[in-house]
């Protein structure tokens, strides 16, 4: 499996060798796009100077150097490398594997096992690299697309120190596709604003940028191609999104967060972003009710029915029409009055109702179908707010025992700056009514 880097030309290299793998580098110091790990501030660098490597998961996408710079680290601390696959391998691989680290540990050498897509490992599987982790006779390095802390063992994580590797932007793709055309001897047969296209293709993958560029150096073109007939012989490499992994998380954090933060614009990108890497409607539609219920609430109560409403017009229109009508509400929700009072107040009448267990309410307001309740007192001195001036009694609805809280504080936007009038003024009233 090969990655990204940035090295000098391999001299005499077969030129029917992958190109990425003709540009391998052979320094940590020629890896492309992550200086902010390898750098001399870097964790990776920190620990390289100091001679003290510890065990680590490299987390980040496809093509960002994961597996050149595990085999680099294994070089530059002297140590045997060796890799496996967890898609591919099982309990009698890594047994081989683990006697073969035992020995050369016994001859005096380390070893740094790689282990590729980590996270398909079960617990029993992830387990079994303990005792030899601590024992000294493997150092693991394991890569993995996904979030480490939802996919593997804590007591692996305990163990590793997690290393975050970042998606290339165009800069670092430039250069890597600058040392490409070195190692080729030639440029690339593109326009710049072509070149800077075939760049967008590769979406941060810099194995994807170095398929692509051995592509468009094999055709045989009498003059440099602009973007029109780039994408005419190209087909854009789609969007990295997995509907139940890290990428469905992250795109729907940014949406609901683009909604708070009042940014339309940027909420429909996300919008259509999870659209495009084929997110189920049905799932925005659910959450966009979810964040008019949780972000907007009673400062537009009308966000709520026009949620259901949107909802409710997709399913009888279906893909592609209804979507519009889901747009329509990303709009809507975005630019509509913020308040989490209501979810505030639910949240702490929740946590009072756990602190005061099973306190009675008052017997005032108990209903009294008995004798016998009549007798104890339910429901005396109950007095109807219909019949008190302003039709509002101030009388106490809470349990004889417990202090008056306020849980709901509504805001001074949208509808709850109307809200906020009454609560202020039956509050008045209240102390009124009770001297």
Do not use: C
């Not at 990425?20 to 964790?43: F, K, T, W, Y």
């Not at 030639?186 to 994807?208: Q, T």
């Not at 055709?219 to 994408?231: E, F, G, H, R």
Request: net charge neutral; proline share 6%.
């Amino acid at each position: 499996m090969s990655d990204l880097f940035d090295s000098q030309p391999a001299k005499e290299a077969p030129s029917h060798r992958p190109l990425a793998d003709r540009i391998r580098p052979q320094h940590l110091s020629e890896v492309i796009g992550q200086e902010h790990v390898l750098g001399p501030e870097g964790p990776l660098g920190a620990m390289l100077a100091a001679g003290s490597l510890s065990s680590l998961i490299l987390w980040g996408p496809p093509g960002v150097g994961k597996t050149t710079i595990a085999r680099l680290l294994a070089s530059e601390t002297d140590r045997s490398f060796v890799q496996i696959s967890a898609i591919f391998s099982g309990v009698p691989e890594l047994r081989k594997v683990f006697e073969a680290a035992k020995l050369r540990f016994r001859q005096g050498r380390g070893t740094l096992l790689f282990v590729d897509e980590i996270h398909r490992f079960n617990k029993a599987q992830q387990d079994s690299f303990l005792p030899h982790m601590e024992d000294g006779t493997i150092l693991l390095v394991g890569a993995t697309t996904e979030n480490p802390s939802f996919e593997l063992n804590a007591a692996v994580l305990s163990r590793a120190q997690v290393i975050v590797l970042e998606r290339l932007n165009l800069a670092s793709l430039e250069r890597l596709a600058q040392r490409a055309e070195q190692t080729l001897g030639r440029a690339l047969p593109l326009k710049a604003p072509a070149r800077e296209a075939l760049l967008e293709m590769a979406d941060g993958d810099g194995r994807a940028l170095l398929n692509l560029i051995e592509q468009v150096m094999a055709w045989k073109v009498a003059a440099p191609l602009d973007t029109q007939a780039l994408s005419a012989r190209l087909m854009r490499r789609a969007a990295k999104y997995d509907k139940s992994g890290d990428e469905h998380y992250n795109l729907i954090s940014a949406l609901h967060k683009s909604v708070r933060g009042s940014d339309p614009d940027a909420a429909l990108y996300w919008f259509a972003r999870m659209l495009e890497g084929g997110e189920d409607p049905r799932y925005l539609a659910r959450r966009f009710v979810r964040m008019a219920v949780e972000d907007i609430g009673l400062a537009d109560p009308q966000a709520q029915t026009h949620a259901l409403h949107a909802w409710e017009i997709y399913e009888r229109l279906g893909s592609p029409e209804g979507e519009l009508a889901l747009a329509q509400t990303v709009v809507y929700l975005a630019l509509a009055p913020k308040s989490n009072a209501g979810y505030v107040a639910y949240k702490a009448a929740r946590d009072g109702a756990r602190k005061t267990g099973s306190e009675p309410p008052p017997k005032h307001i108990l209903n009294a179908p008995t004798r016998l309740m009549e007798e104890q007192g339910y429901g005396a001195g109950y007095a109807y707010d219909h019949d008190a001036e302003d039709g509002f009694s101030g009388q106490n609805y809470f349990p004889d025992t417990m202090k008056r809280p306020v849980y709901y504080n509504p805001v001074e936007r949208g509808f709850e700056r109307e809200l906020k009038k009454r609560v202020e003024w039956f509050a008045k009233l209240r102390d009124k009514r009770n001297g």
